[in-house]
């Protein structure tokens, strides 16, 4: 069944160009701003401070090196998904941040690999495509156009990515895939020929107004931005601010081109479908199929180790997933498989902001769509750090504040329990042919 792995290292590690090494903070310096973390929010962040004031001192801090978290290991989506808990405004800011990291790749001359070919989500069940029209219906009510978001009938959705059992599929043009870790770190580069410092392995032990602390140096900043996602919890006082929870992918050998011409995937869209347990996929600039999904459990704790970005059972059931969904690709190997943290408010609302009084800011609780999204926090850091009164600094998620989660033992019962409640929930619909009973009853842990 071509199930052997040659390799547990990212994708994305193993096809990006070598990064320098970059030195760890050394004794203590002054700053204007600086920022923890050098993922996207921190990069993007960054990226824009520097290019409208170049006179800003900005020194970034990453634990490990640039893009190690969730920003070099996810499934290469730069989407704009959104919903009715989101203004108008935030929807549209949303779409502009697509169009807007490509654009900036593309001004620095980064080769992230980005197509943008938009994302269809696969209705696979009577109860799916129950689900996905009362989406579409939704959307209009809240003046999404058909150009947004349109329903495709089976015919239409197999031309795009044929997909067995499929009976219908939604699209929206408003996704691109990219190569992240090549984003990251030409995001890294750009930063350091404009000025900017970027310290690797320089984990920040104390974060406190005007203060970052690493066991070998502290910077002292007027502003400093925590961009820490899914590693907020291994910072004093943030273990209950956002859960880490695991999403795991694996990647495919180069697939023929007999194959592509089964599966589709032309204009490398993203993929999905409407099932409960998240899935995700694309299709590589080399031509492989990555795709990914959430199963793997959260740990106790809001624990963080790289013993968790592996777990055998989550990869098994991705690559029976995968041939579930594309028969053909039973004898295919799986060359890659990894996993990391993503970052879960208790509300499962992203949220970016500034205190006036501490000169602190935070963006992050992406909920895994933060290639995109992290872009447009970047921006509004921007704007929030210099002061600026804009469009972007009125949009609703700005200085939005979750509740804390709950503290252990209820905090792994109540996670956990909702993980196992998805998979449930799949299987009740595949056998009632009607939306899941247990969906609903789970929907306000899980952010429904």
Known sequence: MGCALSTTRALWADTAESA?????????VTADVAVVGGGFTGLWTAHYLAEADPSLRIVVLEAESVGFGASGRNGGWCSALSDRSAALAQDAAMRDSVTEVARAAEELGIDAH??????????????QVTRA?????????WGVSDIRLRWL???????????DGTLGATYTPDCAAL?????????????????VAVHEHSRVTELVSGRAVTPHGTVRAGTIVRATEGYTARL???????????????????????????????????????????IYGQRTADDRLVFGGRGAPYHFGSRVSPHFDEDERVFARLRATLVELFPALADTRITHAWGGPLGVPRDWCASVGLDPATRIGWAGGYVGDGVSTTNLAGRTLRDLVLGRDTDLTALPWVGHRSRQ???EPLRWLGINAGLHAMTWADTEERLTRRPSVIARAIAPLVGG
Do not use: K
């Open 114 to 127: 980005v197509a943008v070919g938009g994302t269809i989500v696969l209705a696979r069940t009577v109860a």
């Open 20 to 28: 320098p090494l970059r030195s760890a903070l050394s004794g203590d």
């Open 236 to 278: 004093p006082g943030h273990r209950r601010a956002v859960a880490p929870i695991y999403s795991l992918v694996i990647a495919t050998e180069p697939l023929s081109p007999r194959l592509w011409e089964r599966v589709g995937l032309r204009r490398r869209e993203t993929f999905s479908d409407h099932r409960h347990l998240v």
């Open 153 to 163: 009938d089976e015919g239409e959705a197999r031309a795009v990515l044929d997909a």
């Open 133 to 141: 029209r009362a989406e579409i219906e939704d959307a209009r009510s």
């Open 179 to 195: 190569h992240p870790l090549r984003l990251a770190r030409g995001l890294a580069d750009s930063l350091v020929r404009r000025g």
């Open 405 to 407: 989660w709950e503290p």
